[in-house]
């Protein structure tokens, strides 16, 4: 869950600034794994194979 938290202007854009550059990085890169890393490191991610279900939980 997200939570909203106040903080200083400066570092609010700064944290912006890193944000965007690693996702346009791992968007143009196509790691797929790097784009979920920097969008939500507690993401799960569930994948169904032929050999059966894979989970992947947090950044990997």
């Known amino acids: 869950?997200?939570?909203?938290?106040?903080?200083?202007?400066?570092?609010s854009?700064?944290?912006?600034?890193?944000?965007q550059t690693a996702?346009?990085?791992?968007?143009v890169s196509g790691d797929f794994d790097a784009l979920l890393r920097v969008?939500?490191?507690e993401v799960?991610?569930?994948?169904?194979?032929?050999g059966g279900v894979v989970v992947t939980l947090g950044a990997t």
């Open 23 to 27: 996702s346009s990085a791992a968007a």
């Open 44 to 50: 799960k991610l569930t994948v169904d194979t032929s």
């Open 1 to 11: 869950m997200f939570e909203s938290r106040w903080m200083p202007p400066a570092l």
């Open 13 to 19: 854009e700064t944290l912006a600034a890193v944000t």
């Open 39 to 41: 969008l939500d490191p």
